[in-house]
Protein backbone atom coordinates (compact mmCIF):
# COMPACT_ATOMS: atom_id res chain seq x y z
CA UNK A 1 0.00 0.00 0.00
CA UNK A 2 1.77 3.22 -1.17
CA UNK A 3 2.31 5.56 1.59
CA UNK A 4 0.43 8.57 2.21
CA UNK A 5 2.05 11.95 1.96
CA UNK A 6 1.92 14.67 4.71
CA UNK A 7 2.00 17.23 2.00
CA UNK A 8 -0.83 18.65 0.06
CA UNK A 9 1.55 18.92 -3.07
CA UNK A 10 5.17 18.46 -3.35
CA UNK A 11 7.71 18.94 -5.91
CA UNK A 12 11.51 17.65 -5.72
CA UNK A 13 12.47 19.68 -2.81
CA UNK A 14 9.74 20.96 -0.77
CA UNK A 15 5.99 20.57 0.01
CA UNK A 16 3.22 22.45 1.14
CA UNK A 17 0.80 21.60 3.71
CA UNK A 18 -1.87 23.98 5.63
CA UNK A 19 -0.79 25.84 9.15
CA UNK A 20 -1.59 24.20 12.34
CA UNK A 21 -1.33 25.71 15.95
CA UNK A 22 1.45 23.36 16.59
CA UNK A 23 3.62 24.59 13.81
CA UNK A 24 3.87 28.16 16.37
CA UNK A 25 7.32 27.60 18.02
CA UNK A 26 9.37 27.40 14.47
CA UNK A 27 7.37 29.87 12.71
CA UNK A 28 7.94 32.53 14.86
CA UNK A 29 11.48 31.02 15.67
CA UNK A 30 12.23 31.87 12.17
CA UNK A 31 9.92 34.95 11.58
CA UNK A 32 12.33 36.41 14.67
CA UNK A 33 15.34 35.40 12.49
CA UNK A 34 14.43 36.82 9.38
CA UNK A 35 13.24 40.46 10.71
CA UNK A 36 15.65 42.21 8.54
CA UNK A 37 15.00 40.49 5.60
CA UNK A 38 10.96 41.14 6.01
CA UNK A 39 11.79 44.63 6.99
CA UNK A 40 9.79 46.90 5.32
CA UNK A 41 7.41 44.70 3.14
CA UNK A 42 5.87 42.51 5.80
CA UNK A 43 5.56 41.54 9.44
CA UNK A 44 4.44 38.02 10.37
CA UNK A 45 4.00 36.61 14.11
CA UNK A 46 6.82 36.62 16.09
CA UNK A 47 5.12 35.43 19.18
CA UNK A 48 3.07 33.09 20.16
CA UNK A 49 -0.02 34.70 20.73
CA UNK A 50 0.18 37.11 17.85
CA UNK A 51 1.08 33.43 15.65
CA UNK A 52 -1.90 31.61 17.29
CA UNK A 53 -4.28 34.35 16.09
CA UNK A 54 -2.40 35.04 12.90
CA UNK A 55 -2.90 30.98 12.12
CA UNK A 56 -6.39 30.88 13.75
CA UNK A 57 -7.57 33.55 10.79
CA UNK A 58 -5.83 31.19 8.16
CA UNK A 59 -7.15 27.51 9.60
CA UNK A 60 -10.91 28.81 10.73
CA UNK A 61 -12.00 32.01 8.08
CA UNK A 62 -13.41 30.40 4.83
CA UNK A 63 -12.10 33.16 2.59
CA UNK A 64 -8.71 32.51 3.50
CA UNK A 65 -6.31 29.31 2.92
CA UNK A 66 -2.54 29.06 4.35
CA UNK A 67 0.24 27.08 3.12
CA UNK A 68 3.91 26.72 4.99
CA UNK A 69 6.57 25.73 2.19
CA UNK A 70 8.54 22.76 3.48
CA UNK A 71 11.62 21.42 2.91
CA UNK A 72 11.27 17.56 2.57
CA UNK A 73 15.29 16.57 2.54
CA UNK A 74 16.97 20.02 3.93
CA UNK A 75 19.88 21.16 5.49
CA UNK A 76 17.62 22.00 8.39
CA UNK A 77 15.88 19.19 8.34
CA UNK A 78 13.03 16.89 6.79
CA UNK A 79 10.11 19.21 6.74
CA UNK A 80 11.87 22.46 8.13
CA UNK A 81 9.46 25.87 7.30
CA UNK A 82 11.22 27.49 4.75
CA UNK A 83 8.28 29.90 3.89
CA UNK A 84 4.52 30.47 3.70
CA UNK A 85 2.36 31.50 1.20
CA UNK A 86 -1.63 32.63 2.07
CA UNK A 87 -4.30 32.90 -0.52
CA UNK A 88 -6.45 35.74 1.33
CA UNK A 89 -9.65 37.58 0.16
CA UNK A 90 -11.05 34.61 -1.56
CA UNK A 91 -14.30 35.04 -3.18
CA UNK A 92 -16.45 32.41 -4.90
CA UNK A 93 -18.96 32.39 -7.58
CA UNK A 94 -18.43 34.64 -10.55
CA UNK A 95 -14.59 35.51 -9.32
CA UNK A 96 -13.06 32.50 -8.17
CA UNK A 97 -9.95 34.46 -7.57
CA UNK A 98 -7.81 35.28 -4.05
CA UNK A 99 -5.04 37.09 -3.41
CA UNK A 100 -1.65 35.90 -2.56
CA UNK A 101 0.55 37.01 0.24
CA UNK A 102 3.92 35.48 0.99
CA UNK A 103 7.30 35.29 2.53
CA UNK A 104 10.40 33.03 2.38
CA UNK A 105 12.49 32.86 5.47
CA UNK A 106 16.57 33.90 6.11
CA UNK A 107 17.54 30.64 5.21
CA UNK A 108 15.73 29.77 2.43
CA UNK A 109 16.39 32.70 0.07
CA UNK A 110 17.94 32.34 -3.04
CA UNK A 111 17.56 28.38 -3.07
CA UNK A 112 14.77 28.17 -5.38
CA UNK A 113 12.57 27.09 -2.76
CA UNK A 114 9.55 29.19 -2.39
CA UNK A 115 9.14 29.42 -6.08
CA UNK A 116 8.53 25.36 -6.10
CA UNK A 117 6.50 26.13 -3.36
CA UNK A 118 4.81 29.32 -4.88
CA UNK A 119 4.07 26.83 -8.26
CA UNK A 120 2.59 24.19 -5.91
CA UNK A 121 0.24 26.39 -4.24
CA UNK A 122 -0.84 28.18 -7.74
CA UNK A 123 -1.29 24.58 -9.11
CA UNK A 124 -3.35 23.53 -5.93
CA UNK A 125 -5.36 26.95 -6.38
CA UNK A 126 -6.73 26.26 -9.29
CA UNK A 127 -6.71 22.44 -9.16
CA UNK A 128 -8.70 21.03 -5.79
CA UNK A 129 -9.45 24.89 -4.99
CA UNK A 130 -11.45 25.65 -8.58
CA UNK A 131 -10.04 29.26 -8.32
CA UNK A 132 -9.79 30.68 -11.70
CA UNK A 133 -7.30 34.03 -10.79
CA UNK A 134 -4.73 34.82 -8.75
CA UNK A 135 -3.46 38.01 -7.98
CA UNK A 136 -0.18 39.51 -6.23
CA UNK A 137 0.34 43.15 -4.85
CA UNK A 138 3.55 44.16 -4.48
CA UNK A 139 5.87 46.82 -3.36
CA UNK A 140 7.57 48.14 -6.42
CA UNK A 141 10.65 48.20 -4.33
CA UNK A 142 10.68 45.05 -3.44
CA UNK A 143 12.43 43.01 -5.91
CA UNK A 144 12.83 39.50 -4.35
CA UNK A 145 8.80 39.59 -4.61
CA UNK A 146 8.58 40.99 -7.67
CA UNK A 147 10.89 38.07 -9.12
CA UNK A 148 9.23 35.62 -7.76
CA UNK A 149 5.37 36.65 -9.12
CA UNK A 150 7.58 36.87 -12.87
CA UNK A 151 9.36 33.33 -12.12
CA UNK A 152 5.88 31.72 -11.76
CA UNK A 153 4.30 33.08 -14.92
CA UNK A 154 2.62 36.30 -13.17
CA UNK A 155 1.93 38.98 -15.50
CA UNK A 156 1.87 42.67 -14.46
CA UNK A 157 -1.38 44.36 -14.60
CA UNK A 158 -1.26 47.52 -13.42
CA UNK A 159 0.08 50.22 -10.91
CA UNK A 160 -1.97 51.23 -7.95
CA UNK A 161 -1.17 54.19 -5.50
CA UNK A 162 -1.11 53.82 -1.97
CA UNK A 163 -3.19 50.91 -1.85
CA UNK A 164 -2.26 48.99 1.00
CA UNK A 165 -1.23 50.15 4.57
CA UNK A 166 1.62 48.78 5.41
CA UNK A 167 4.47 49.86 8.48
CA UNK A 168 2.41 53.23 9.08
CA UNK A 169 1.76 54.13 5.59
CA UNK A 170 -0.19 54.07 2.55
CA UNK A 171 2.09 52.44 -0.09
CA UNK A 172 2.08 52.03 -3.35
CA UNK A 173 1.90 48.81 -5.07
CA UNK A 174 2.49 46.57 -8.73
CA UNK A 175 -0.30 44.45 -9.15
CA UNK A 176 0.48 41.01 -10.85
CA UNK A 177 -1.92 38.03 -11.77
CA UNK A 178 -2.18 34.26 -13.42
CA UNK A 179 -5.21 32.31 -14.18
CA UNK A 180 -5.61 28.85 -14.97
CA UNK A 181 -5.63 29.57 -18.44
CA UNK A 182 -2.26 30.82 -18.26
CA UNK A 183 -0.84 27.57 -16.66
CA UNK A 184 -3.03 25.38 -18.99
Not at 130 to 138: F, K, M
Amino acid sequence: MPHASRYLAEGPRVGIRHFTYEDGAEFTARARESKDLHHPWLFPPDGPDAYAAYAGRLIEDPTKAGFLVCEKDGEHGDGAIAGFININNIVQGGFQCGALGYGAFAHAVGRGLMREGLNLVVGYAFGPMRLHRLEINAQPRNAGSIALARSCGFRLEGFSPKMIYIDGAWRDHERWAITAEMRA
